[in-house]
């Protein structure tokens, strides 16, 4: 199985995060920020990656350094885990609908970091989280994971949905674009011949 693990302390988080490409969604998750948790498994779930993630941050300061450093975590587990990319399908994209939202996600496994954020936010909470964080934590996982992320807000109203539909989206396009391709047999996707 393709896997990483990924250790990263600082002055201001202590994270472990290990993670399995060819799960099963299956999911254990504790970072302190409960809104992100429920993210984070929705993540797992619905790009059938497992995910172990312990995040202990300075949330007496805010969320944000523990919310992004558990970005920065994720992005280089999946690099790792994805190694030379021999064989894989790079590119994934999907749409998806969460009651009155609607968000596509588009990316590809190119090496080159991107992100391209089309996503507001009707308020600046979901509950006690700050909507902001959303696009830090995709801005981490593309800068780190050498993932190229489009993110795109179609439709919605309610800010939990608009969130939600958002991660489901990227993790619908993730497990498409890490799925091995069982016609380019042990080619690395690209003409350059690496990736």
């Known amino acids: ?9 600082t002055a201001e988080t202590t994270i472990s995060l290990e993670l399995a490409l060819d799960g099963t969604g299956a999911r254990e998750i504790a970072t302190g920020v409960g809104f992100f948790d429920h993210m984070l498994e929705q993540l797992a779930r619905h ?6 993630l312990q995040a202990k941050g300075d949330r007496h300061i805010d969320d944000h350094h523990t919310v992004e450093d558990c970005g920065i975590a994720l992005g280089r587990a ?7 990319k021999r064989g894989i399908r790079r590119y994934g ?13 588009a990316l590809d496994l190119s ?8 996503v507001d936010f009707p308020t600046e ?5 700050d909507t902001e964080l959303v696009r830090e934590f995709f801005q981490a996982v ?6 190229t992320l489009h993110v795109t807000r179609e439709a919605g109203a309610n800010s939990h949905h608009i969130a939600e539909a958002a991660f489901k989206a990227v993790a619908r396009a993730l497990r498409a674009a890490v799925e091995p391709d069982p016609r380019a047999g042990a080619e690395v996707p690209s003409t350059k011949g690496t990736l």
């Open 78 to 84: 999946l690099a790792e885990a994805l190694g030379d």
């Open 93 to 105: 994209a999907f749409t998806l609908v969460m009651d009155e939202a609607r968000v596509s996600a």
């Open 1 to 9: 199985m393709r896997r990483a693990r990924i250790d990263r302390s």
């Open 111 to 118: 090496g080159r970091p991107f992100l391209v954020w089309d």
């Open 142 to 147: 593309a800068s780190h994971g050498g993932v």
């Open 125 to 129: 909470k979901i509950g006690a989280f």
């Open 47 to 52: 790009a059938l990656i497992d995910i172990t």
